[in-house]
């Protein structure tokens, strides 16, 4: 399974609205009801574990969206108002009982922007470099991977918004975002610089920007 650079939390700081708006276009891992108490999110049915819920998913719960710090127990996680360092302690949003909870996935699309920014890189996703169509050298040469998070987050907020301006779906406000994520994707590849440890001593020995392909909608 490859890796990522972002994670959903990192989404909704550029897309606060991200699951009140177009949730439909995200995978739906749990939903239930529950109760927060300070920072724990309890759930009443169903299972974080078997859901394969995460660190860095977020939690619709009762249309305010937070950020899943860790999973507890199978029925219990820490959660919190969406932070700007993911290293920071957790910020409780207010207390409730019985309301909904649902949790949404785009790793699919952060997946596949991943991949084409690899690509771009001339890199390997991880434990994928061997063969004779493959680039010998994986993700885990970047020494500054954070500083491709940003990029994959355009990347897949626009491959979010174009797949949800499928016709018949589609409305002035997401076509305006489709436009403004693919230019703002573009910008970001042409400025962003990945480092490269090309032999594996730990120390960066090149530089690469991800400018070669565009994003399109099939």
């Known amino acids: 399974m490859p890796t990522h650079f972002s994670h959903d939390r990192d989404l909704i700081i550029y897309e606060?609205?991200?699951?009140?708006?177009?949730?439909?276009?995200?995978?739906?891992?749990?939903?239930?009801?529950?109760?927060?108490?300070?920072?724990?999110?309890?759930?009443?049915?169903?299972?974080?574990?078997?859901?394969?819920?995460?660190?860095?998913?977020?939690?619709?719960?009762?249309?305010v969206t937070l950020e899943i710090v860790s999973i507890d127990s199978p029925t219990t996680a820490t959660v919190s108002l969406i932070r700007a360092d993911t290293g920071g302690p957790a910020v409780p949003p207010l207390n409730a009982t019985g309301v909904p909870v649902e949790v949404h996935d785009f790793s699919p699309q952060r997946a596949i922007v991943h991949r084409q920014i690899l690509a771009m890189l001339g890199l390997d996703a991880q434990g994928e470099s061997e063969g004779e169509d493959n680039f010998g050298?994986?993700?885990?040469?970047?020494?500054?991977?954070?500083?491709?998070?940003?990029?994959?987050?355009?990347?897949?907020?626009?491959?979010?918004?174009?797949?949800?301006?499928?016709?018949?779906?589609?409305?002035?406000?997401?076509?305006?975002?489709?436009?403004?994520?693919?230019?703002?994707?573009?910008?970001?590849?042409?400025?962003?610089?990945?480092?490269?440890?090309?032999?594996?001593?730990?120390i960066a020995e090149a530089t690469r920007r991800p400018n070669a392909f565009t994003l399109t909608r099939a």
């Open 16 to 63: 606060p609205a991200l699951l009140r708006d177009i949730a439909w276009a995200s995978q739906r891992r749990l939903s239930t009801t529950g109760s927060i108490a300070g920072s724990t999110l309890t759930i009443d049915a169903g299972s974080f574990t078997d859901a394969a819920i995460a660190p860095g998913h977020t939690a619709l719960v009762d249309a």
């Open 137 to 202: 050298i994986d993700e885990t040469a970047i020494t500054n991977p954070r500083a491709l998070t940003r990029l994959e987050c355009l990347g897949t907020l626009h491959l979010i918004y174009a797949g949800a301006a499928a016709p018949g779906r589609a409305g002035h406000a997401i076509d305006h975002r489709v436009a403004m994520y693919q230019g703002c994707y573009r910008a970001e590849r042409e400025s962003v610089v990945a480092m490269i440890d090309t032999d594996n001593d730990g």
